[in-house]
């Protein structure tokens, strides 16, 4: 008896012979859950834990998954909030930052115009008291030219009548005196 079952009753069956279960009196119980006879237990006992889980996670769990989110929902709020913050104080930097800079531009250009103006005035000045001073040399340098040029003349004049005294001696022989020379000469060539 090597593959033998007992089933309610008494008897041996011989398992050997296939895979059919013999249906005798014994073996009549359906498979409890599939059982009619125990739905309702089971659906009461499934609404009762169904009932226990719900307020179970309604009251303990949910409660804390709730907070976890909404502290969640809360940090992401604050995050968000702070950036706006420095994205507006960066903002505002930036447009402080490009007013300075436009004003650093505008003062830099007017310190610019106003060193010029200053540079333009002195470069006037002194290029008027050098014109000044050239003016005065070259008025004194003319009075120079204009004395040396008479006495030029007249150095002229008195080598004219001393050559004309020594032409006239070697060309006639006879000495004539330098105020005769000089009678002779242009009256325009004389002082």
Request: cysteine-free; aromatic content about 4%.
């Amino acid at each position: 008896m090597a593959n033998t079952v007992t089933t309610g009753s008494d008897a041996p069956h011989d398992l050997s012979t296939g895979t059919e279960v013999p249906h005798d009196a014994g073996h009549a119980k359906a498979f409890p859950p599939l059982d009619p006879a125990h739905f309702a237990p089971q659906l009461f006992w499934l609404a009762l834990s169904f009932g226990a889980l719900y307020i179970i996670l309604s009251r303990v769990a949910l409660p804390r998954v709730s907070e976890v989110i909404e502290e969640r929902r809360d940090r992401i709020q604050r995050d968000f909030d702070a950036a706006e913050r420095l994205k507006d104080e960066t903002d505002k930097a930036l447009n402080g930052y490009e007013k300075a800079l436009a004003d650093a531009r505008s003062n830099a250009s007017s310190i610019a115009n106003k060193e010029r103006e200053v540079l333009n005035a002195e470069v006037a000045k002194e290029q008027a008291k050098v014109e000044d001073q050239i003016s005065a040399k070259l008025t004194e340098a003319e009075a120079r030219i204009a004395e040396t040029k008479t006495k030029a003349l007249q150095g002229v004049n008195t080598i004219a009548a001393d050559t004309a005294v020594a032409i006239v001696a070697k060309l006639v022989g006879d000495t004539v005196s330098a105020d005769e020379a000089k009678s002779a000469l242009p009256a325009n060539s004389q002082d």
